[in-house]
T-cell receptor, first 113, second 117 residues
Framework: EAQVTQNPRYLITVTGKKLTVTCSQN?????MSWYRQDPGLGLRQIYY???????DKGDVPEGYKVSRKEKRNFPLILESPSPNQTSLYFC????????????FGQGTRLTVV | AQKVTQAQTEISVVEKEDVTLDCVYE???????LFWYKQPPSGELVFLIR??????QNEISGRYSWNFQKSTSSFNFTITASQVVDSAVYFC??????????????FGDGTTLTVKP
């Protein structure tokens, strides 16, 4: 089954404790992105990757890191989480460029206390 | 700059009513792509439809239909004879050809649709 898998689905952590949210897709998609969803703000892109070892900032990259060592994986790293990073996070992949739809993971609800 | 506006934050209808979700976009590009996604209460995001800027034909898929009008920069979504299972947050999104961020769509803030039995 074609899918994007995020882990964990839910996470409560404390300020400053490094964490990683994993994302894996089995569709051999080139493009992967991370978004955060906050009430009234829609989905905002954090980082994106156009291929292995190619990543770039989206609209709200501060406080986040990513890596793309393999085509299928695109982890999101919060080196020192803060309460304003409490949000719902989605990983997405798409086959080609702008004309293709995005496939989303199930979402990760992160709470930083 | 690209922008997507979904002016209706929340809509509530009674089952079997028709409902239209509005989407207005802004872009400098002449080639772009528009999408609608559905986010049911379970939280996942599901792709519904894609339309490119050169194709202004309206589309119908069962109870769903989409009206794309370049003249008004709108890509509205209508659900006919709504059902409780249509209750969800609906997002309109835009991707621009000229944008160097090939993986990006700009999303509207979403419209929460509640269909009451």
């Amino acid at each position: 089954e074609a899918q994007v898998t995020q882990n964990p689905r839910y996470l409560i952590t404390v300020t400053g404790k490094k964490l990683t949210v994993t994302c894996s897709q089995n569709m051999n998609h080139e493009y992967m992105s991370w978004y955060r969803q906050d009430p009234g703000l829609g989905l905002r892109q954090i980082y994106y990757s156009m291929n292995v070892e190619v990543t770039d900032k989206g609209d709200v990259p501060e406080g986040y890191k990513v890596s793309r060592k393999e085509k299928r994986n695109f982890p999101l790293i919060l080196e020192s989480p803060s309460p304003n990073q409490t949000s719902l996070y989605f990983c997405a992949s798409r086959l080609g460029g702008k004309n293709t739809e995005a496939f989303f993971g199930q979402g990760t609800r992160l709470t930083v206390v | 700059a690209q922008k997507v506006t979904q002016a209706q934050t929340e809509i509530s209808v009674v089952e079997k009513e028709d409902v239209t979700l509005d989407c207005v976009y802004e872009t400098r590009d002449t080639t772009y792509y528009l999408f609608w996604y559905k986010q049911p209460p379970s939280g996942e995001l599901v792709f519904l439809i894609r339309r490119n800027s050169f194709d202004e034909q309206n589309e119908i898929s069962g109870r769903y239909s989409w009206n794309f009008q370049k003249s008004t920069s709108s890509f509205n979504f209508t659900i006919t004879a709504s059902q409780v299972v249509d209750s969800a947050v609906y997002f309109c999104a835009l991707s621009e050809l000229y944008n160097t961020n090939a993986g990006k769509s700009t999303f509207g803030d979403g419209t929460t649709l509640t269909v009451k039995p």
